[in-house]
């Protein structure tokens, strides 16, 4: 079983929908979730990250955690296709030297 | 300010050789990190140099070493390469170890082992 597993998709979705990426996790001992995107031929960009359990939200983005159930999920509101992109899940237990990625969540959304 | 940096963009080389690859850092930022992303996979972390000095490895052979240099760039060292050792190869700054992971992607290394 892997660390990090999430659903690799792909994904495709109307312009306007609201997207649910997620990850599941076996580490309970991770305290930092973050979600990257990365665009095609481009390097990961931090969208946003959480510590420990609860919700996140930075305007058409929130991030969800839940540590007694191993899942954290990222949802998407009122998609553009400009949100089109890899989305990753990685997590980490203290330092940013010991992240561990899930294999990302290819989304479409068509205008 | 300029981003993070790496060159080159893409490389192929034959197995057995040996490959370098070169990162520049953000401006401020004493931290670079590398890691190796296969098709379809997230990445997965080789090792962190932190003020020139290793900072934490991944689980990689010691045939993948690195350096960081005083003015915070860094290269990544492949010998022996194998089939396997074909990727992306990203590097990411950062100001410190420790949260908020604000860490900077560049736009990586396709490397091709044929």
């Known amino acids: 079983q892997k660390e990090v597993e999430q659903d690799p998709g792909p994904l495709s979705v109307p312009e306007g929908a609201i997207v649910s990426l997620n990850c599941t996790y076996s580490?309970?001992?991770?305290?930092?979730f973050m979600w990257y995107r990365q665009y095609s031929r481009k390097g990961p960009e931090l969208l946003m990250y959480?510590?420990?359990?609860g919700n996140k939200e930075d305007g058409r983005f929130t991030a969800q955690v839940d540590k007694s159930s191993k899942y954290i999920s990222l949802f998407i509101r009122d998609s553009q296709p400009s949100d089109s992109a890899t989305y990753l899940c990685?997590?980490?237990?203290?330092?940013?030297?010991?992240?561990?990625f899930g294999a990302g969540t290819r989304l479409t959304v068509k205008p | 300010e300029t981003g993070v940096t790496q060159s080159p963009t893409h490389l192929i080389k034959t197995r057995g050789q040996q490959v370098t690859l070169r990162c520049s850092s953000q401006?401020?930022?004493?931290?670079v990190s590398w890691y190796q992303q296969a098709l379809g996979q997230g990445p997965q972390f080789i090792f962190q140099?932190?003020?020139?000095?290793?900072?934490g490895r991944g689980n990689f052979p010691p045939r993948f070493s690195g350096l960081q240099f005083p003015n915070y760039s860094s290269e990544l060292n492949v010998n022996a390469l194998e089939l396997d050792d074909s990727a992306l190869y990203l590097c990411?700054?950062?100001?410190?170890?420790?949260?908020?992971?604000?860490?900077?992607f560049g736009p990586g290394t396709r490397l091709t082992v044929t």
């Open positions: 990411a700054s950062s100001s410190g170890t420790v949260g908020p992971f604000e860490q900077y």
């Open positions: 580490n309970s001992a991770f305290q930092y």
């Open positions: 959480t510590y420990s359990s």
């Open positions: 990685a997590m980490s237990l203290y330092n940013n030297n010991d992240m561990r």
């Open positions: 401006s401020g930022h004493n931290t």
């Open positions: 140099y932190y003020r020139e000095e290793e900072n």
